[in-house]
């Protein structure tokens, strides 16, 4: 099985939605919790291959943001779109925006009393119904995707952070999405650990998977990213590619941002 096979989307796109427009298209999206206002129209366009990195202070709604993008937070108002299809829609198949666009949260969550290998199979099987052994055969070649392979039936607790990260992001591709979000993904492991699974993440952009990355790894984004956003309290303060973005951050809210964090 080639690795273009095991990621290789199952949903299609809209009727009338063609590869040269946004895979995602966030319009003037709001969103408030309450009185708390945490998006005040946020716009951002991902191309298909692309990698666009999210970065911002702790608070800025980057998280919120991308859970509005399938649709785990629905947002008050703007709209947006996966290949077309408007995410808010009610008559929207979840599930079938789940499968489209898989999710990496910093608690990778994995069930703790099954395996590697089980974990990785359970949402293919259980919810899609699909075929056990070919399930098998397609989790075992996503753990050796993520350098796993000799750990399939290694429990959660028997490996370390960033190796049962790696098993959520094959758990994750287990469903085929055609984009991929990942929510500081490394921002709990131990530094020795995060390294493997930036390494895992860079391999799947470079075999052309869509990628959102909210992300504090700063060297990271700037050598990955095709694009840089920057989130201050709900709004993009600027954004751009990342060598004019670091080189040249514009507005002061970035530049006070990364001279903190650089
Ligand atoms: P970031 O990921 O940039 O740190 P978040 O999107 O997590 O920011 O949060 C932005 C703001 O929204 C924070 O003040 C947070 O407390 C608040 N918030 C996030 N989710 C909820 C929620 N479900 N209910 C109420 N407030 C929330
Ligand atoms: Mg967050």
């Avoid at 800025?60 to 649709?71: D, H, P, Q, Y």
């Avoid at 599930?95 to 990778?108: C, D, E, H, S």
């Amino acid at each position: 099985m080639g690795a273009n096979a095991l990621t290789s989307p199952a949903s299609p796109a809209a009727p009338g939605w063609t590869p040269d427009q946004p895979i995602v298209s966030i319009r003037d999206v709001r969103k408030s919790f309450g009185a708390l206002e945490v998006l005040k129209g946020v716009s951002l366009d991902v191309r298909k291959g692309e990698v666009v990195c999210v970065i911002g202070p702790s608070g800025s709604g980057k998280s919120t943001l991308i859970r509005c993008v399938n649709a785990l937070v629905g947002v008050d108002s703007g709209s947006i779109t996966v290949a077309g299809r408007e995410v808010n829609d009610p008559k929207l198949d979840k599930l079938a925006l789940r499968r489209t666009v898989g999710m990496v949260f910093q608690q990778y969550n994995l069930f703790p009393h099954r395996t590697a290998l089980q974990n990785v199979m359970m949402a293919p099987v259980q919810v899609l119904k699909q075929d056990k052994r070919e399930v098998e055969a397609r989790a075992r070649a996503l753990l050796a995707k993520v350098r796993l392979s000799g750990k399939e039936n290694a429990y959660p607790g028997e490996l370390s952070g960033g190796q049962q990260q790696r098993v959520a992001i094959a758990r994750s591709l287990a469903m085929r999405p055609e984009v991929m979000l990942f929510d500081e993904v490394t921002a709990a492991l131990d530094p020795e650990t995060v390294k493997e699974v930036l390494v895992t993440i860079r391999e799947l952009a470079e075999e052309g998977m869509t990628c959102i990355l909210v992300t504090h790894e700063m060297g990271f984004a700037r050598s990955l990213a095709d694009h840089i956003y920057f989130t201050d309290r709900g709004v993009i303060v600027e954004h751009g590619p990342p060598a004019e973005f670091f080189a040249a951050p514009k507005d002061e809210r970035t530049r006070a941002f990364l001279g903190q964090i650089l």
